[in-house]
């Protein structure tokens, strides 16, 4: 079954303590995104990548990292995470340069306290 | 910048009664829109993609509109079920390879 999966799915943590969300897709799809959504701000795009090794910023890039070392994965990195990036997370992904149909992950839900 | 809304936030209606869903953005250049459907504590399903030269796209009891001189797409929804109900998001791209910028959402109930 063609999908994108994210883990974990929830997630509690304290300020400051590293972690990472992965991101796998088993479509072969070139262009993988991350987004934020919050009540009121709507979804926001953290991150994302048209290839191995090729990553740009979206609209919120502060307090994250990502990475693409395998077409397949595209973790996000939370180095020292605050409470401000308490959200819903999803991953997203894309035949070639993102212009086609996206699709999502089922989401992560973090709250750091 | 791009913004782009849709109005309304919610809507309610009976079962059988036909879905209109209103986006609207402030930049008419945009290279395509799509449409989704999030149900609640889930992710994201594509609905439909409109590409900038297109009106139209159809799938099912879906129809969606693009009118890009006036910013305006609408989503048609015929004959509608409580299965129906979620939030419906839509979401327009720039440009080839640009980001996608969300509208906030219309949440829908279809009452049985």
């Known amino acids: 079954e063609a999908q994108v999966t994210q883990n974990p799915r929830y997630l509690i943590t304290v300020t400051g303590k590293k972690l990472t969300v992965t991101c796998s897709q088993n479509?072969?799809?070139?262009?993988m995104s991350w987004y934020r959504q919050d009540p009121g701000l709507g979804l926001r795009q953290i991150y994302y990548s048209m290839n191995v090794e090729v990553t740009d910023k979206g609209d919120v890039p502060e307090g994250y990292k990502v990475s693409r070392k395998e077409k397949r994965n595209f973790p996000l990195i939370l180095e020292s995470p605050s409470p401000n990036q308490t959200s819903l997370y999803f991953c997203a992904s894309a035949r070639g340069t993102g212009d086609n149909e996206q699709f999502f992950g089922p989401g992560t839900r973090l709250t750091v306290l | 910048k791009q913004e782009v809304t849709q109005i309304p936030a919610a809507l309610s209606v009976p079962e059988g009664e036909n879905l209109v869903l209103n986006c609207s953005f402030t930049d008419s250049a945009i290279y395509n829109l799509q449409w989704f459907r999030q149900d609640p504590g889930k992710g994201l399903t594509s609905l439909l993609l409109?590409?900038?030269?297109?009106r139209e796209q159809t799938s099912g009891r879906l129809n969606a509109s693009l009118d890009k001189s006036s910013g305006r797409s609408t989503l048609y929804i015929a004959a509608s079920q409580p299965g129906d109900s979620a939030t419906y998001l839509c979401a327009v791209r720039k440009a080839a390879g640009n980001k996608l910028t969300f509208g906030g959402g219309t949440r829908v109930l279809v009452k049985p």
């Open positions: 409109i590409q900038s030269s297109q």
């Open positions: 479509m072969n799809h070139e262009y």
